[in-house]
């Protein structure tokens, strides 16, 4: 091998590991739900799924499991509670668990770490419930498709979990209620941004009402609507 031969492949390996590592990201499907799941940050990027009129009743685990499905490189390392390390967090479902209560298999799904985040308790039991009761009552009248996940823009609340469970704590989450036509095109939206925060309770939802457009921004995630849509 000549000098100058030397020169570039050194160049060009000094190239390659000066460039950023590209994130391993997970597209799962649980039947029931969809997660993106990013391995490095041992969370989920997104949650979708459809809902239709509730006729499930299948009771909710009484614990939270690891997921089984996915590696163990791209979840928490635990699934003891947040409030064991840090009083006034939960762990909070990102798909809602009674919206998983088809059958048993569905609902403890629901209850892998890989779909949980930490949360405010005030936020978990507050706006971010309202919002999931929104779409409980939107299933009754049309088939609905919800959309959402943690903020990462603007980087993490705080490091509260990195050390018991290998997570950060997002600022955010935002969601997306689509009213869905037959042909499951969107024929209304309703979408949020609520802060990860004691503030962020049930009376308060509506101050975290965002349009599409806002939303796609903020989660760097396309919206499947028209723009009529996406910038009510």
């Given at each position: 091998?000549?000098?100058?031969?030397?020169?570039?492949?050194?160049?060009?390996?000094?190239?390659?590991?000066?460039?950023?590592?590209?994130?391993?990201?997970?597209e799962?499907?649980?039947?029931?739900?969809?997660?993106t799941?990013?391995?490095?940050?041992?969370?989920?990027?997104?949650?979708?799924?459809?809902?239709?009129?509730?006729?499930?009743?299948?009771?909710?685990?009484?614990?939270?499991?690891?997921?089984?499905?996915?590696?163990?490189?791209?979840?928490?390392?635990?699934?003891?509670?947040?409030?064991?390390?840090?009083?006034?967090?939960?762990?909070?479902?990102?798909?809602?668990?009674?919206?998983?209560?088809?059958?048993s298999?569905?609902?403890?799904?629901?209850?892998?770490?890989?779909?949980?985040?930490?949360?405010?308790?005030?936020?978990?039991q507050?706006?971010?419930?309202?919002?999931?009761?929104?779409?409980?009552?939107?299933?009754?009248?049309s088939?609905?498709?919800?959309?959402?996940?943690?903020v990462?823009?603007?980087?993490?609340?705080?490091?509260?979990?990195?050390?018991?469970?290998?997570?950060?704590?997002?600022?955010?989450?935002w969601k997306?209620?689509?009213?869905?036509?037959?042909?499951?095109?969107?024929?209304?939206?309703?979408?949020?941004?609520?802060?990860?925060?004691?503030?962020a309770?049930?009376?308060?939802?509506?101050?975290?009402?965002?349009?599409?457009a806002?939303?796609?921004?903020?989660?760097?995630?396309?919206?499947?609507v028209?723009?009529?849509?996406?910038?009510?």
């Amino acid at each position: 091998m000549t000098r100058i031969s030397t020169v570039l492949l050194s160049a060009f390996f000094t190239l390659v590991a000066s460039l950023p590592a590209q994130a391993e990201i997970i597209e799962k499907s649980y039947t029931y739900f969809n997660l993106t799941i990013d391995c490095d940050r041992r969370s989920a990027l997104k949650f979708d799924y459809s809902l239709t009129a509730d006729v499930g009743s299948a009771a909710r685990p009484s614990s939270f499991t690891t997921d089984p499905t996915i590696p163990a490189r791209c979840q928490q390392t635990s699934t003891a509670s947040y409030a064991s390390v840090r009083s006034g967090w939960d762990r909070g479902h990102l798909v809602m668990s009674n919206h998983m209560d088809i059958n048993s298999t569905a609902i403890a799904r629901a209850n892998y770490m890989s779909n949980i985040m930490p949360q405010t308790s005030t936020m978990n039991q507050g706006a971010w419930l309202r919002t999931e009761e929104i779409a409980e009552c939107y299933r009754e009248y049309s088939k609905v498709r919800v959309m959402g996940g943690p903020v990462w823009a603007g980087g993490a609340l705080n490091t509260y979990f990195l050390s018991s469970h290998g997570v950060s704590t997002p600022r955010s989450y935002w969601k997306v209620i689509l009213k869905l036509d037959s042909y499951g095109n969107a024929t209304d939206a309703i979408g949020w941004i609520v802060p990860n925060n004691t503030a962020a309770t049930k009376s308060n939802v509506n101050s975290y009402l965002k349009s599409i457009a806002d939303i796609e921004a903020a989660s760097g995630y396309s919206i499947p609507v028209s723009d009529s849509f996406r910038y009510m």
